[in-house]
């Protein structure tokens, strides 16, 4: 992220004059460089974060990946919009925090039908469903 951030910035401004498109180059470089961190298996901060809560880290990763994926996709077609309407961010975060709530309740549906759990088990659990340890 350091190495490519200066890059990006001026190759943004250098192709365009726009420093507006400069300031989109260097969201994209964050963002990117924030996905990449939280999808590899071997950042720092993955490592860390799955050996301090004592989880297996392939299984701190496998949990990692769909919530990243969800907010990769999502910023990804923000950054095409913005790319190809220049539509000001000051309307592109609003859309982007409204898809990801419905995208959270389409896929929290989904992925409960496809594992059978039945969608309002946290209104119906009770201390008795609790397991002791």
Known sequence: MAIMTPLAIQLGYMITNDVHFSVGMCGAVLSGAI??????PVSDTTVMASLFSGADHIDHIGTQIPYTCTVGAVIAVLYVLYGFFRISPVIMIPLGLVALYFLQIILHNIF???????PNYSKTMTEDHVVAK
């Open 35 to 40: 996905f990449g961190d939280h999808c590899s």
């Open 112 to 118: 409960m039908k496809k594992y059978g759990i039945d």
